[in-house]
């Protein structure tokens, strides 16, 4: 692996001519999980929680992430930390999204920059009043919901903890 006291005296070019060896591995795991790049649509994030969590990547991402080797479907969130404590959902939440989101479990992702935090495993029961809450609203305006936001302190509060980061920064 590159040595940091050689990395710390190279420019920034030379840096990434250093590093991108190890970044062309990455993409050729991430090809093996139907993730085409790594740098897209969180692509690297997604690898890392399809290695912890199993699951399997539904590919074109229309529709929900994710399946288990049963073909049970999930939906998959992520929040950075680094920038906001929530997490987005739909451009263009409506009930036909909603009753979607309502039939699959779903896997929220706690990330702080690029580094797996937390995993956490919501059943779609559990955010039953978040749904109603958007869906009356959209019943009262007859409005798309603009990407409303899931915040982390519920999903804390109703999910089951099913991965936390280690001391050592490997995934398991």
């Given at each position: 692996s590159p040595n940091p006291e050689v990395l710390d005296t190279?420019?920034?070019?030379?840096?990434?001519?250093?590093?991108f060896p190890y970044l062309r591995e990455f993409q050729k795991l991430a090809n093996k999980y139907?993730?085409?790049?790594?740098?897209?649509?969180?692509?690297?994030?997604?690898?890392?929680?399809?290695?912890?969590?199993?699951?399997?990547?539904?590919?074109?991402?229309?529709?929900?992430?994710?399946?288990d080797v049963n073909g049970k479907e999930f939906e998959l969130k992520s929040v950075n930390l680094?920038?906001?404590?929530?997490?987005?959902?739909?451009?263009?939440?409506?009930?036909?999204?909603?009753a979607k989101y309502r039939l699959v479990d779903w896997?929220?992702?706690?990330?702080?920059?690029?580094?797996?935090?937390e995993i956490y495993y919501v059943t779609p029961d559990k955010l039953e009043p978040?749904?109603?809450k958007y869906e009356d609203k959209w019943n009262i305006?007859?409005?798309?919901?603009?990407?409303?936001?899931?915040?982390l302190s519920l999903v804390k509060s109703i999910g089951k903890l099913i991965f936390s980061s280690s001391s050592d920064g490997l995934l398991f």
């Open positions: 190279q420019t920034d070019i030379e840096r990434l001519n250093i590093t139907d993730i085409s790049d790594v740098f897209q649509d969180n692509g690297g994030k997604l690898l890392q929680v399809l290695l912890v969590t199993g699951l399997t990547n539904i590919k074109p991402r229309e529709g929900n992430d994710a399946v680094s920038l906001t404590n929530q997490f987005s959902t739909h451009h263009h939440l409506n009930p036909k999204i909603i896997i929220f992702c706690v990330y702080d920059s690029i580094e797996l935090k978040w749904f109603k305006d007859k409005k798309d919901g603009n990407n409303p936001k899931i915040p």
